[in-house]
């Protein structure tokens, strides 16, 4: 069974501009969630996209934003970019809330370098 | 807000040592527990998870136990190996799974031959 699939590897971006980072889940699971690990920050909750829609944010501006396509795959946009969004985006997947224990399957990463 | 607590080392042990790597929580709810796993420059690995009390989770030697008077998840291994070394997260899961998985800061284990 694949796992979870990130594109691409590495971004490397100037400030001010716009990344895109994308996410495949599991087959068969339909929520996605996005985090950053930035240095020194630990992993922090970005968003959660359940069924194509928006569930939930953490405590980021809105020029974080996302969707999430009919085959739930879903998109990262970090619009405006600043140096401190220099950071390994990690994407989840996971079982539709009330189908499994929570539990959630990690990609390998997007190492975005903001210069 | 929730929020889990775990020493960020690193540690170090030797090869078959016996490792403890601590773990507490503070949670709203009755959450989900988990270990994770990051080896350098890859993702995170789901290493073991308990969902209720006094539940044990365990995997390739690993084990914890959730244990919710002490509000406590510690990571155990009798025998750790070389390949064993690498960043270990705890954490939660309230149920929904709303706000995502909340982590501690990461342990860092280095094992020496």
């Known amino acids: 069974e694949a796992g979870v699939t990130q594109s691409p590897t590495h971004l490397i971006k100037t400030r001010g501009q716009q990344a895109t980072l994308r996410c495949s889940p599991i087959s068969g699971h339909t929520s996605v969630y996005w985090y950053q690990q930035a240095l020194g920050l630990g992993l922090q909750f970005l968003l959660w996209y359940d069924e194509g829609e928006e569930r939930n944010r953490g405590n980021f501006p809105p020029r974080f934003s996302g969707r999430q396509f009919p085959n739930y795959s879903s998109e990262l946009n970090v619009n405006a970019l600043e140096l401190e969004d220099s950071a390994l985006y990690l994407c989840?997947?996971?079982?539709?809330?009330?189908?499994?224990?929570?539990?959630?399957?990690f990609g390998p990463g997007t190492r975005l370098t903001v210069t | 807000g929730d929020s889990v607590t775990q020493m960020e080392g690193p540690v170090t042990l030797s090869e078959e040592a016996f490792l403890t790597i601590n773990c507490t929580y503070t949670a709203t709810g009755y959450p989900s527990l988990f270990w994770y796993v990051q080896y350098p420059g890859e993702g995170l690995q789901l290493l073991l998870k308990?969902?209720?009390?006094?539940d044990k989770g365990s995997n390739k030697g690993f084990e914890a136990t959730y244990r919710k008077e002490t509000t406590s998840f510690h990571l155990e291994k009798g025998s750790v190996q070389v390949s064993d070394s690498a960043v270990y997260f705890c954490a939660l899961s309230e149920i929904g799974g709303a706000d995502g998985l909340t982590f501690g800061k990461g342990t860092h284990l280095i094992i020496q031959p």
């Open positions: 308990a969902t209720k009390a006094d």
């Open positions: 989840a997947s996971s079982l539709a809330p009330g189908q499994g224990n929570y539990e959630q399957y």
